[in-house]
């Protein structure tokens, strides 16, 4: 039993750090070292295939295999004097169980008994935590030179390695921490022959183990805690008794004397022994990011919305990635989260809570046919929760808006297990009336296409030059219309490229589609300067912008965003060949823009040669 009394230490100060960084996540603390060692390049937190082989030292901790203490997603870590509390408490915590680990292992390795944890706790207390402190000091330091200076920095790296003894030291020999750290690295050259067996054996261990963080959640963290508690136990077990060994330990006189008899009761063992499935189911629950709910009250703002995302159109292509038009679609899609007033000018810092989304979401469809099974993936609606803390940016031309790059923000699991996993992002504007939330595949990086207008308004979203499509925006909002699509539109194409070139016409007919005056005006602008011959109404920016949008009036929503998507997809203009215009080196084509009522059609030459514009036609 009184190994499995140090199973249930293991498991406690892992979980403790799981709810602890859960927490750091929601409300905006950092919790050194655990919110480096987890973050990974995207910030995204998720179980990651591949192996880590290394060696246990002091307690067996998931950090160790570059396990993840959470699901949720990591966003910038924000260190000061609330960061600083908390991990100033966690590391006295966490010392104080490391004193009743080592001291109950040193008693179960040399006597096979159970002592007295919590004295060894008080009794190893102030040594634990010198040495949490000086680890943590110079690690911290020695990983600044090491960024700066490389080969000294290693080189300090594996001179502290020396010193890596000093608590079994302390634990075994019942001396000092200023002491045991004077002995260690005498005590490392003397018996490192002996030692590397282990270290080998160790890293072998656990790099068997690592293995399992590739599991699908909860198990690519249960499966590697549970496990890694054993075996780890174990490993550094082995090493404290070949310590023992060579430092010749009387096991006699080895262990804290306890104050009374330490009595061991078939209810306690039992209770002791029932604690383990209950950590692990605590971790898991924590994990998951699930316990955050109790924070979730209060009456929601629901809002209806709709979304659109990028695609390899071909605007895109011609313009060479640099003309960014959207794909739309209308469904059920409606979210409900809690928002304080934003009404007025004195707007919080923050905003957190948990919200509840209707979108879709990717899945494997399998149909079999007869021996065969056929897979297909098709977007399926669900309701999911989502987790935010949003943090307050000022907009190009000073207006506040809320976003979770930042902050952070995460999909809560649910019964509905993805095609692959996925992350978000949201954002709401400065008065709370419009949110947006990018759906998209963990494995890419959002920072390159997650795009703000000037006015702090929507999110702009750019095409990502690797599946595209797999960025879903759903845009929500009090009440959409038209004009509020039109304006976001525009926004966008204040980030495009209209600079000259071949097939220009597409840019142009994509800004008439969406209603975008000010690009029109520049697209004639451009081609006039290039050298194309163009014939076109000599209007300015707001006379195109009225008729362009007029076009649109009376029309559904379904309708116009069926429309607006022909300028982000291949294929949606019809282009036709004017052959019995055509020349030796020069073919005319008409494009048709489509509207509500009526098209605007464009007739263009161009090179057979090279492709390039010669002249442009508008509105004949």
Not at 373 to 379: A, F, G, H
Request: net charge neutral; hydrophobic share 45%.
């Amino acid at each position: 039993m009184a190994f499995v009394h140090l199973i249930v230490l293991v498991l406690f100060v892992e979980v403790l750090i799981t709810i602890v960084v859960s927490f750091g996540i929601y409300f905006g603390f950092a919790i050194y070292p655990y919110t480096l060692t987890t973050l990974t390049t995207t910030g995204a937190v998720v179980q990651s295939p591949g192996f880590n082989a290394t060696i246990p030292l002091y307690m067996p901790s998931l950090a160790d295999l570059k396990v993840p203490y959470t699901f949720l997603r990591l966003g910038t870590p924000v260190w000061g004097g609330v960061a600083f509390l908390v991990t100033a408490i966690l590391m006295a915590v966490q010392s104080f169980i490391r004193g009743m680990y080592l001291g109950g292992l040193k008693g179960w390795v040399l006597n096979k008994e159970k002592v007295p944890l919590f004295a060894n706790g008080r009794r190893y207390f102030g040594d634990m935590i010198a040495w949490t402190i000086f680890q943590s000091v110079t690690g911290a330091v020695l990983l600044f030179i090491a960024a700066a200076f490389f080969p000294i920095g290693l080189i300090l790296i594996i001179a502290l390695m020396c010193y890596s003894l000093t608590p079994y030291v302390v634990v075994l020999e019942n001396i000092s921490f200023s002491a045991a750290l004077a002995k260690a690295p005498r005590i490392f050259r003397s018996n490192f022959g002996s030692l590397l067996p282990l270290a080998l054996l160790a890293m072998i261990c656990t790099l068997g183990v690592s293995l399992f963080r590739s599991l699908t959640p909860p198990w690519g963290y249960a499966v590697p805690l549970l496990t890694y508690a054993w075996i780890g136990t174990l490993l550094i077990g082995w090493l404290m008794k070949i310590l023992a060994v060579k430092l010749t330990i009387n096991p006699e006189q080895a262990t804290v004397q306890p104050i009374g008899e330490v009595r061991t009761r078939g209810i306690v063992n039992a209770l002791i022994v029932l604690l383990i499935p209950v950590l692990l189911l605590i971790g898991i629950f924590t994990a998951s990011g699930k316990h955050l709910n109790m924070f979730d009250f209060g009456s929601k703002k629901q809002l209806e919305g709709i979304s659109y995302l990028t695609s390899f159109s071909d605007v895109y292509y011609a313009s060479k990635t640099k003309y960014t038009a959207y794909l739309w679609r209308e469904d059920e899609y409606s979210i409900a989260m809690h928002l304080p007033d934003l009404s007025g000018e004195r707007k919080p810092d923050e905003l957190r809570g948990i919200a509840d989304i209707t979108w879709q979401m990717d899945e494997n469809i399998r149909t079999v046919q007869g021996n065969s099974t056929r897979i297909d993936v098709k977007p399926i609606m669900h309701k999911s929760q989502l987790m935010y803390r949003l943090v307050k940016e000022t907009a190009k031309d000073g207006n506040v808006y809320y976003s979770s790059l930042r902050g952070s923000s995460s999909i809560l699991a649910g019964n509905v297990e993805p095609r692959e996993p996925f992350s978000v992002q949201i954002m709401v504007s400065g008065d709370g009336s419009q949110i947006f939330v990018i759906q998209y595949p963990t494995r890419f990086d959002i920072a390159p296409v997650f795009r703000v207008s000037d006015d702090g308004r929507f999110v702009i979203t750019g095409t990502s030059p690797r599946n595209p499509m797999d960025f879903h925006t759903y845009w929500f909002t009090t009440e959409q219309h038209t004009d509020h699509i039109f304006s976001l539109l525009a926004a966008k194409n204040q980030l495009n490229d209209t600079a000259m070139f071949n097939r220009a016409y597409l840019a142009l007919a994509s800004a008439m589609q969406e209603g975008d005056g000010r690009t029109v005006v520049n697209v004639l602008s451009t081609m006039r300067q290039s050298g194309v011959d163009v014939k076109a109404p000599d209007w300015d920016i707001p006379t195109w912008t009225d008729n362009l949008q007029r076009r649109y009036q009376g029309a559904s929503l379904q309708k116009s965003l069926e429309l607006l998507t022909k300028a982000g997809i291949q294929g949606g203009y019809e282009v036709t060949d004017l052959s019995d215009k055509n020349e030796d080196k020069v073919g005319v084509y008409r494009l048709v823009v489509p509207f509500p009522e009526g098209v605007i059609p464009i007739t263009y030459k161009e090179s057979k040669v090279d492709g390039k514009l010669l002249s442009i036609q508008v509105m004949e």
